[in-house]
């Protein structure tokens, strides 16, 4: 049964930063791309930031330069560094793999984390 669990949101004002961890169960980590994706009100949910299982990268237009992914295979985990947060990345962010159906578990998603950004 896979398992996403996303944490690290918070309430932060414009140009600050915040770190996002999600833990993913193995069988899905190890073997499949993940992403972070948000959900911003009344928004579809969007694929903000992607890394492969060998550690290559890829973001959105409107996070480059201010977002970083990383994974730990160790531990499991991939993270989100955002810098220079703008009141636009107010969302609730969620990480799966990439694309989300290869988690192995259909329409699966976490509980999320919800990214406040005050201006």
């Known amino acids: 049964q896979v398992q996403l669990v996303e944490s690290g949101g918070g309430l932060v004002q414009a140009g600050g930063s915040l770190r996002l961890s999600c833990g993913a169960s193995?069988?899905?980590?190890?073997?499949?791309?993940m992403g972070w994706y948000r959900q911003a009100p009344g928004k579809q949910r969007e694929l903000v930031a992607a890394?492969?299982?060998?550690?290559?990268?890829n973001y959105q237009d409107s996070v480059q330069g201010r977002f970083t992914i990383s994974r730990d295979h160790a531990k499991n985990t991939i993270y989100l560094q955002m810098n220079s947060l703008k009141s636009e990345d107010t969302a609730v962010y969620y990480c799966?793999?990439?694309?989300?159906?290869?988690?192995?578990?259909?329409?699966?998603w976490g509980q999320g984390t919800q990214v406040t950004v005050s201006s």
């Open positions: 799966n793999t990439v694309p989300f159906w290869l988690n192995g578990n259909g329409n699966y």
């Open positions: 193995g069988s899905v980590f190890s073997v499949n791309g």
């Open positions: 890394i492969t299982t060998t550690g290559s990268t």
